[in-house]
């Protein structure tokens, strides 16, 4: 389906495309209220599940199944049953821990900076890349903590008073992930639910059986949509957005401090901040895409999820995609100006070494591809082609974060010391385990939850337009 | 307590938010102060129109947000300080910058729950049972595509028959009185 | 369209909220008290032991001294826990065939050790050295409690980490002189049981004994009993000074003082190096 | 607390198993029992067989010390996660105390004893340090005469082996378990009837212990007719067996030439203890550098540390050293023709010259390994230069007591058995059927003795074989002496009784004699009462005198004497044999610098050691030249096809750089069947190859076979292929990691004398030579007022022996992680000896770096730990808290020393109950999922702080030395506090020679290193020409 999205007939294109914008529309023509809420609750309330779903969450179920045998295996023997090694002594858990953090930020980016922007375009996609960002923290939490030699004293990061009368040492950036991951996992789950409670209210009044009735009811915590709630409502989002754009911003700031704030050639750079941040956002947005275009393909939302969303989040990967690359350039440029023997060698060694094919890999795919490609509009609007890229995105920020991790850490200061890095079976297990846990949440949610937010999206329907007759009477 | 008997309000249903702002402003030029509009998405018209303006969610998250920075700062402080000094690879044992993250961190984080739960408590939420769901054609519309006007009992201006008839003016869908 | 929940719903519901939060406290408190407990320290415990040994018996009653069987606890890391023929030496003249010593009898005779069960165990990662403990002015009942007063021995303290540093931050509290580290009834000074003590000889090279002598009797009555009775107090006194001069002793009536005073004069190094890890963990 | 002796012995079953019967023998038992039994089963090569039987190749698996312990992982990590319950509640622990205390015994207080390790090439002093009289830790005498204190790898490794779990444990009689008394009941009578001894042959390690030589002339004397034959690998053929050798003294010689003698690489050349230190003792001020010539035709430590170093094929070597004798003018040589290129003429020349102008200041030191002629031709030229006297002695007594032609005496040997003339054949400690040469089939004449009894340690491959075996008592188990390279006597005296009651050499002989039951004690006294005995003169009362011995550790006045005058005429009397065809393969034997001759196969820390020079670790492999490698179309890790007159053996291939051309370097002491659990199946059998007349070179052919090998190299040396532009020589010619450390990372610093004297302050001066600022930080310094701890290591006497490291191993209880996990670098030592290839691989000069934790004063380390599992001292030690310790393994990375240990796996052996009695009561051993580092032997430290502490004084300089310094031979590590400015090591550091690796990330190492200076010979300075290119 690479050109499905060209394929269409003028007529019905022309109807998506708003005249006065020559932009696509948000939302097709002809919703109302009523119609809006119908097609969203009839996904979750429907009694009978599709088959794909159910093939699907299969799939998943099957694929975290794997991830638990590993997980139990590594708990048994140890930490040894991965590549790791010296002088390479973090590998695939690290590497996977950054990417998912960062598939996380686009959703809490959606929610909250397009919020603030008042970017309305953004209530068709938030919900879901909201359920994007937990499950994506939820398999990027995992790792921080199996990565341990002895997993069960990870509470020693946490500080308690122990019998011990030692701390937790707080100059240490784990340290810092431990309180940014932490928090950052608890806001998004508060604003994600925050941002449910009204159409649970929808869901209750819709749904016909009790047991719904009774578990959307306790979900909506009894919302009856009294302006005066709606009000503090509305300034609490705001609020949590106001908090969460920072949070989203310091979380992967201080992940990249892992590695900024350590001695290697390679890691100990202060463009790492931004840069991973961009990263983030850059494999983030491209994960909303790989579930986004199914979603509405599945469910058939195209009424909702729009060629104008595609489009958007297209441009919105250009820029950070150029960010990155900005990023890849100055740290050539560095390795170069800066004079210094580590930094050159580390280059040399990232390109030329023994692993410069990863560096190819990852330049491949998150500049050569998108960078060249997306200009074009009628390619950011091929559901097929968006598609695709959001793939090559995806593998490329995977080898961004491998090439950084490994690359620095195998041939560092003493030569003597130089070694190399072989991922295991466990490693791959462990790895493709997480997606397949992302794909059981993400469908549990898409199957139980209104993955759209119903209230919001009334806010952009035509119906929602006050009139001028009773403007000018507020005037008076 | 025992539970509240008889009439909690009147409730005058529209098909549109015009129509319900307008109803409102009326209502409260004629002097009604207990009564509330019920919209499916957030209609700032119609709070204005009631006369609501502003709430303390902000205040909530501000001391939120403090209390959480200096718990933390002050934490970090007492442990690397006071509580077991140590000589961390030559580092001075009050590194503030190191600890300004996590306290950042915890900043965000208890600004954000007092934003959440304390909106919810300022909305007497979780109310789970509320006299208007007794209305019959209430939870069919308020929460998908109706707006509701009510004004309630406890208004010194209620009176059933009056107000009932006051609210047909604003040719409403229906009227429905609604028991506690 | 009717009512999902029933009017008393609200209040449940904001009930099991606060309930909820109340939990989660009550479980942080109790998991705090839980690792402190004797279930987990064993503190307070008396184990099953071959034989039901009572210290009590032996120090307050025989006035066995602690090194007559914990022979090493001056000169190694490891106090000593006494063979069998150490039972033997009195045993075989006394109480030979009590029932309570079979276990002690059978062991000379087949030559198995009794095996007795740990009061005091530290993790294997700990090394503790009775040694300097016992040198610098640590009395055996400092950890050990009043075992003279144990029927049955069990551990006093928890002798977990917070407890070590407790006074590895501030050793002052609980120092006494060297003489007095094997008695069990040594009580802290104060203004009814005031120390003298005396700076000795302190140059280097000397165990740490010898370079203060302390006395719990006032060293000038001492003198003055030596001395003929005449005159008065005061003028024995004098005299006394004139005829054989003192040492300089310092008075002492709480156990602050005296600590610091040790402290300086034991030599004991600071907090700062006390504390430290290696110290403890190798 | 003490264990009782009775519950170390876990007993093997004989009877053969299957895996059904495994599974029966496991129904019964439950629970930890349960895994215990699994382990000791895995064991027992019962078990170990039936797994091959029945799952062909995975035996491995059961073998490999590592996975074998997969079970026990299982249930440590089970336990761990219990510990997840919220409490860490320990189980209840007995205490065991003595019935009767020893006397002078002091729980938890070490005691030293005076022993020696009785070695072939002459016996090492020691003093060993027991703790309840457990040996558990092996150092040189310090106040002996010829050692001083220093040890070397095999002595240090000889502690694991005493209790290394696969030592035989009972007497058998064709796989029955009997008594010794029946044995030797049996043994008596047999011989008694034979009235004269005929028919009774001995097969014996090399003798060096005088008793025994006494016992053995009893016996003779008692029945002529037996007969005696001694057999050591690695001695038959050479000069030693004969065993007069000259006493070199290095301290006088400023020119020293080795030709083809590895005196700088361990003991297995005689008196390496001695001229290492005298060697080392010249290097430590450049105002009295010597200089070292070497000529060898395999490169080893010696010439890599050489001032000029010439490779030649082992053939060339002997018609080198006659051209080189008859350059300095020894009369009577005619040198063989042969085609010397100019390189090596123009060394040839030069080498002369700088001879005859240090004419009686230089010595000329012969391989052991080579034709005998170049010993001669050694003597030759140093009594030519009138060295004789000054730089050697030559002594008239031989260590070997009983100078034997060992191949001759073999093949006689052999020769009678297979003509059915041996009626018994004992085996004393020696093991031909896996060892004798090839040509002799000792195997097959084995089968043809009547009886055949085996004294071992092992039940090795001779054992297998043997009717009777008799468990052989470790030396740390038996009474016995021995002489040291210089002729003192030492008195090996037992620290433990025999795990599991061995006997010796002693035993079996004295059994034939009058008293039969006469305890080696006895035996050993009675040599030593005999004052006239052995030119010995033992004044005074014999009692005191013995006390006296025991007590110092050698008997006083036993000393060779050494005559100092000239040979009457120095010419040469030998041949020096024809050299082979230049581009013949030459196949060089050499005993190996780990295992030496096989007999410290199942010693895991020699296993996992990183051989010098090839870094080699868990294999031995045929070592070539990179332009072999690529002329035989190879690649490293290749398998090949040695052959040698129609025997084959098939070998991993790997480049030794500096190795000659058209020749190939074996290691004799692998491919062992009968090891044990560690030593078994790995490496090859070079023995298989190797015949009695061409012992230690010969000609053959080597062909690629398919696989690889997958040999575990702890260093990678990469050619360095980048282009000028990356800071390249563009020729794939250099090491990468050399020219990155020496040219680019200023890791390795140094200079020639002349350089030095133009710039003494060269080590800190210059772009890459890199110093710390205590100036340039953000935060203040940290104060360091008591105590400071620093280490200096002088570049220029270390010689990379790595007896270090195997002293680490067993002070620190460090763990060995089997090959599999080696080869992915994970092993565990904490010291490890950089090695760095200056030059062109094809002959390049070698520097050695003991690289350990630095204990950097801003350690980078540290800071990132979020649990501070690892914090500083105040006295500046970088503690490594194990019990803190999460696993994050963040400060790994964070290290730019890499020098931080991970156990990955569960790599600490909790279960082997031997092993325990190994390990040092002061170190916590470390679990799974923990970091580990060097600590400066911080439980040294702490224990002298306490010895002080308690006489209220400081701790006084050289009251602490570490583990690698005490064993180091060249003494190039010294410890000590750096504020104490009168320290040594204070000096040391203050010395403008010494330079902090990586300074300009100023982490302030408080190991300083002291910068080499080389003393060339201004004509060869020129670098060597370019060599054939080696394969990229």
Redesign the interface.
């Known amino acids: 389906m690479a050109t499905g999205g060209l394929k269409e007939d003028e007529a019905t294109r022309d109807r998506r495309i708003d005249a006065a914008t020559g932009e696509y529309r948000v939302i097709a023509p002809g919703q109302t209220f009523r119609s809006v809420t119908e097609k969203i609750t009839r996904i979750v309330l429907t009694p009978d599940t599709p088959l794909g779903w159910f093939a699907l969450f299969g799939v998943g179920g099957a694929l975290a199944t794997m991830l638990m045998v590993a997980l139990t295996w590594l708990f048994l023997i140890g930490t040894g049953i991965w590549g790791i090694t010296q002088p390479a002594a973090w590998g695939f858990a690290i590497i996977n821990f950054v990417w998912w953090i960062g598939i996380g930020h686009a959703g809490t980016l959606i929610s909250a900076i397009l919020l603030l922007f008042k970017q309305s375009w953004r209530n068709s996609i938030n919900r879901f890349a909201e359920a994007m960002t937990i499950f994506a923290v939820v398999c990027a939490g995992l790792f921080p903590l199996i990565h341990l030699g002895r997993p069960w004293l990870g509470y020693w990061l946490l500080p308690y008073p122990s019998t011990m009368d030692v701390w937790p040492q707080f100059r240490s950036p784990l340290m810092w992930d431990v309180f940014a991951v932490s928090t950052y996992a608890i806001i998004s789950v508060v604003f994600w639910y925050i941002g449910m409670v009204p159409d649970f209210g929808t869901m209750r009044d819709r749904a016909e059986s009790k047991i719904a009735q009774y578990f959307y009811g306790l979900c909506s915590l009894g919302w009856r949509g009294s302006v005066r709630h709606w009000m503090r409502y509305e300034t609490a989002s705001l609020l949590l957005a106001g908090l969460a754009t920072p949070l989203v911003l310091s979380v992967h700031t201080v992940i990249s401090f892992d590695f900024a704030v350590a001695v290697l050639p390679g890691w100990h750079t202060t463009i790492f901040p931004p840069y991973f941040v961009a990263g983030a956002i850059y494999s983030g947005f491209a994960m909303v895409l790989t579930l986004a275009i199914p979603l509405r393909k599945f469910y058939h939302l195209e009424a909702l999820v729009t060629e104008r969303h595609i489009d958007n989040m297209g441009k919105v990967m250009l820029a950070t995609g150029f960010i990155v690359a900005y990023g890849y350039g100055m740290e050539i440029f560095m390795a170069w100006y800066s004079a210094s023997h580590w930094e050159a060698f580390m280059m040399w060694n990232r390109m030329f070494g023994p692993m410069g094919w990863a560096y190819l890999v990852l330049v491949t795919c998150n500049l050569a591809i998108p960078l060249t490609t997306l200009w074009s509009r009628k390619l950011r609007t091929s559901i097929g082609y968006m598609f695709f890229i959001s793939i090559v995105v995806n593998t490329g920020m995977w080898f961004e974060r491998f090439v950084i991790v490994v690359t620095s850490l195998y041939r560092d200061f003493l030569p003597s010391s130089w070694g190399t890095y072989r991922a295991t079976k466990w490693d791959y297990m462990t790895y493709v385990g997480t997606l397949g846990l992302f794909m059981f949440l993400f469908l549990l949610f898409v199957r139980f939850l209104p993955m759209i937010p119903m209230s919001e999206i009334r806010t952009m329907l035509p119906g929602a337009k006050i009139t001028a007759k009773t403007r000018a009477e507020a005037g008076d | 307590m025992p539970p509240r008997e008889g009439t909690y309000g009147l409730l005058a249903e529209f098909d549109t938010p015009g129509d319900l702002i307008r109803a409102a402003r009326q209502a409260r030029l004629d002097g009604w102060r207990r009564l509330d509009c019920y919209t499916p998405y957030p209609v700032e018209e119609a709070a204005e129109a009631i006369g609501f303006h502003r709430n303390k969610v902000p205040l909530v998250t501000l001391v939120g947000g403090l209390i959480g920075l200096v718990a933390m700062f002050a934490l970090e402080t007492w442990v690397s300080v006071w509580a077991f000094p140590l000589n961390i690879g030559g580092r001075p044992t009050y590194s503030w910058p190191a600890f300004l993250v996590p306290a950042y961190e915890w900043t965000i984080l208890f600004a954000g729950l007092s934003a959440a739960f304390g909106m919810l408590a300022l909305n007497g939420l979780p109310a789970l049972y509320h006299p208007l769901f007794n209305a019959p054609n209430f939870r069919n519309g308020a929460t998908t595509d109706k707006f509701f006007l009510c004004l309630e009992a406890l208004d010194p201006k209620f009176d059933l028959s009056k107000t009932k008839a006051y609210l047909e003016n604003f040719k409403p869908v229906s009227v429905v009185e609604v028991e506690y | 369209?009717?009512?999902?929940?029933?009017?008393?719903?609200?209040a449940l519901?904001?009930m099991s909220?606060v309930l909820t939060g109340l939990i989660a406290i009550a479980l942080g408190v109790t998991?705090?008290q839980?690792?402190?407990s004797p279930?987990?320290t064993r503190q307070g415990q008396r184990?099953d032991q071959p034989a039901p040994f009572s210290h009590k018996h032996h120090v307050q009653g025989l006035g066995v001294q602690c090194q007559y069987c914990h022979?090493?606890a001056e000169?190694?890391?490891?106090a000593?826990?006494?063979?069998?023929?150490t039972c033997m030496n009195c045993h075989a003249q006394i109480w030979t065939n009590a029932e309570l010593l079979e276990p002690v009898r059978q062991?000379?005779a087949t030559?198995?050790?009794?095996?007795?069960?740990?009061v005091h165990?530290l993790?294997?990662?700990v090394?503790f050295?009775h040694?300097?403990h016992v040198?610098?002015g640590l009395g055996c009942a400092n950890c050990h409690g009043r075992v003279d007063q144990m029927p049955l021995m069990y551990a006093q303290n928890?002798l977990?980490?917070?407890w070590c540093?407790d006074c590895h931050r501030n050793p002052a509290k609980n120092l006494r002189p060297t003489s007095e580290i094997y008695n069990n009834a040594w009580e802290k000074p104060a203004e009814d049981r005031p120390v003298w003590c005396a700076v000795g000889d302190?140059k280097?090279?000397?165990?740490?004994a010898q370079?203060v002598n302390c006395v719990t009797k006032d060293p000038a009555e001492i003198a003055s009993l030596e001395l003929p009775a005449v005159g008065t107090q005061d003028v024995a006194l004098n005299a006394g000074k004139d005829v054989l001069p003192l040492p300089k002793y310092e008075k002492f009536t709480s156990q602050d003082e005296l600590g610091h005073f040790l402290l300086d004069h034991y030599?004991i190094?600071?907090p700062?190096?006390l504390?430290?890890?290696?110290?403890c963990?190798? | 607390m003490s264990e009782t002796k009775n519950n170390l012995v876990t007993t093997i079953q004989p009877a053969p198993m299957t895996l059904d019967a495994v599974r029966q023998e496991l129904k019964s038992v439950k629970g930890k029992r349960y895994w215990r039994s699994v382990d000791e089963l895995a064991n027992t090569p019962e078990f170990q067989a039936a797994v091959e039987k029945e799952f062909p190749g995975s035996a491995q698996e059961w073998v490999d010390p590592v996975s074998r312990r997969g079970f026990m992982k299982l249930m440590g990590a089970s336990m761990a996660l219990a510990g997840l319950a919220g409490c860490t509640r320990q189980p209840d622990e007995p205490i065991y105390p003595y019935i009767k205390a020893p006397e002078d015994l002091i729980l938890g207080k070490p005691m030293y004893f005076a022993t020696a390790h009785p070695f072939v090439t002459g016996a090492v002093p020691l003093l060993v340090k027991t703790d309840q009289f457990r040996p558990i830790k092996i150092d040189g005498n310090p106040e002996h005469p010829y050692n001083q204190g220093s040890s070397d790898p095999f002595t240090q490794a000889t502690l694991l082996d005493l209790y290394d779990p696969d030592r035989s444990q009972h007497v058998t009689f064709r796989g029955e378990n009997r008594e010794w008394a029946e044995f030797a009941q049996e043994f008596r009578q047999k011989v008694a009837s034979t009235k004269d001894g005929t028919g009774i042959y001995f097969l014996s390690e090399t003798i060096t212990s005088p008793t025994l030589a006494r016992q053995w002339k009893a016996v003779q004397a008692a029945y002529p007719k037996a007969t005696l034959v001694q057999y050591d690998p690695a001695i038959a053929g050479t000069v030693l067996e004969a065993g007069d050798l000259p006493v070199y003294e290095l301290a006088e010689a400023d020119v020293i030439v080795s030709l083809d003698a590895d005196f700088l690489s361990g003991a297995g050349f005689p008196g390496f203890h001695k001229l290492v230190r005298e060697y080392a003792d010249r290097r430590k001020s450049p105002d009295k550098l010597n200089r070292l010539y070497s000529i060898e035709s395999t490169p080893t430590t010696t010439g890599l540390k050489a001032e000029h170093r010439l490779g030649l094929r082992a053939s060339e070597i002997p018609a080198f050293a006659a051209e080189l004798a008859k350059a300095v003018g020894v009369a009577g040589i005619e040198p063989p023709a042969y085609a010397w290129t100019d390189e090596q003429k123009k060394f040839l020349a030069a080498l002369a010259k700088d001879l005859k102008a240090h004419a009686g200041k230089s010595v000329v030191i012969p391989g052991l390994y080579q034709d005998t002629s170049v010993a001669g031709l050694a003597l030759a030229i140093n009594s030519a230069l009138g060295n004789v006297g000054k730089t050697l002695m030559v002594s008239q007594d031989a260590v070997n007591p009983l100078p034997f032609d060992q191949f001759a005496e073999l093949k006689a040997l052999v020769a009678d058995m297979n003509a059915g003339k041996v009626d018994w054949l004992v085996i004393l400690n020696a093991n031909p059927i896996y060892n004798a040469p090839a040509d002799l089939e000792f195997a097959a004449a084995f089968e043809k003795a009547k009886m055949t009894a085996h004294l071992g340690s092992h039940l090795d491959e001779t054992g297998q074989n043997a009717q009777w075996h008799i468990p052989a008592a470790h030396f740390l188990e038996s009474w016995s002496d021995a002489r040291a390279y210089d002729g003192t006597v030492s008195i090996v005296q037992p620290l433990i009784d025999p795990l599991y009651g061995g006997k010796t050499s002693h035993h079996i002989l004295q059994a034939l004699l009058d008293e039969p039951g006469l305890s080696p004690y006895d035996a050993v006294r009675q040599t030593w009462k005999a004052t006239s005995y052995w030119q010995v003169d033992v004044k005074g009362d014999f009692e005191t005198n013995w006390r006296k011995s025991l007590h110092a550790g050698w008997v006083e006045g036993t000393k060779f004497v050494t005559v100092s005058k000239p040979p009457t005429d120095a010419s040469f009397k030998g041949k020096v044999p024809t050299l082979s065809a230049k581009d013949s393969l030459e196949i060089i034997f050499r005993p190996d610098p780990n295992v030496y001759d096989g007999r410290w196969s199942n010693v895991g820390w020699l296993q996992e050691l990183p051989k010098p020079v090839t870094n080699l670790s868990w294999d031995n492999a045929a070592l070539v030249s990179g332009a072999t490698l690529t002329k035989y179309g190879l690649e490293e890790d290749d398998i090949v096809e040695l052959t040698v007159a129609g025997r084959k053996v098939n070998a991993p291939v790997i480049v030794a750089p500096g190795h000659p051309d058209n020749s190939v370097t074996v290691h004799l002491g692998y491919g062992r069947s009968f090891a044990g659990r560690v030593g078994s199946g790995a490496g090859f059998n070079a023995y298989l190859i190797r015949t009695s007349d061409a012992p230690f070179y010969a000609t053959g052919t080597m062909k690629k076979v398919e696989g690889k090998w997958g040999v575990a190299v702890t260093k990678s040396h990469i050619q360095d292929h980048r282009p000028k532009l990356f800071g390249g020589q563009g020729n794939g010619n250099n090491s990468l990691e050399a020219d990155e450390a020496i040219s680019e990372r200023g890791i390795i610093r140094y200079a020639t004398l002349a350089e030095y004297k133009a710039d003494p302050g060269f080590a800190n001066e210059g772009e890459t030579h890199t110093t710390t600022d205590k100036s340039n930080s953000l935060f203040p310094n940290w104060e360091y007022k008591d105590n400071a701890w620093g280490m200096s290591i002088d570049m220029n006497s270390c010689t990379g022996c790595n007896a270090c490291i195997v002293s680490c191993y067993a002070e620190n209880n460090i763990a060995v992680v089997g090959k599999q996990q080696v080869r992915i670098g994970r092993n565990m030592q904490w010291l490890r000896i950089d090695t760095y290839f200056e030059g062109d691989l094809a002959a390049p000069r070698a520097y050695f770096q003991p690289m350990a934790c630095q204990h950097c004063e801003n350690a980078p380390c540290e800071q990132v730990c979020p649990v501070g599992a690892t914090v500083h001292t105040p006295e500046g030690l970088n503690a490594m808290v194990y019990n803190r310790c999460v696993g994050t393994r963040y400060c790994s990375n964070n290290c730019p020393y890499k020098v931080r240990r991970f156990n990955f796996l569960l790599y600490s052996d909790y279960e082997t109950e031997s092993l325990k009695l190994l390990r040092n009561p002061d170190v916590s051993v470390r679990s799974r999922g923990v970091m580990e580092k060097c600590s400066y032997c911080v439980q040294r430290i702490s224990a002298a702080k306490i010895e002080a502490d308690k006489e209220n004084r400081a701790v006084r300089d050289g009251e602490i030395v570490t583990a690698c310094q005490q064993a180091c031979p060249a003494s190039a590590i010294t410890f000590g506090n750096i504020n104490d400015k009168q320290s040594r090591v204070a000096k040391l550091q203050a010395d403008e020679r010494s330079y902090q690796v990586l300074a300009d990330l100023n982490t302030r190492p408080r190991t300083k290193y002291v910068a080499a200076v080389l003393n060339p010979n201004s004509e060869l300075e020129a670098t060597p020409v370019e060599h054939a290119p080696a394969k990229g």
């Open positions: 369209m009717a009512q999902i929940f029933d009017r008393s719903s609200n519901a904001r909220l998991l705090d839980l690792q402190r279930w987990v184990p022979v090493t000169k190694s890391s490891y000593g826990i006494p063979p069998t023929k062991s000379w030559g198995e050790s009794l095996v007795w069960t740990k165990d993790p294997d990662f090394y050295s040694e300097i040198n610098k928890t977990q980490m917070e540093l302190e280097t090279g000397l165990p740490t370079s030599k190094r600071t700062k190096d504390t430290s890890c290696e110290v963990h190798r």
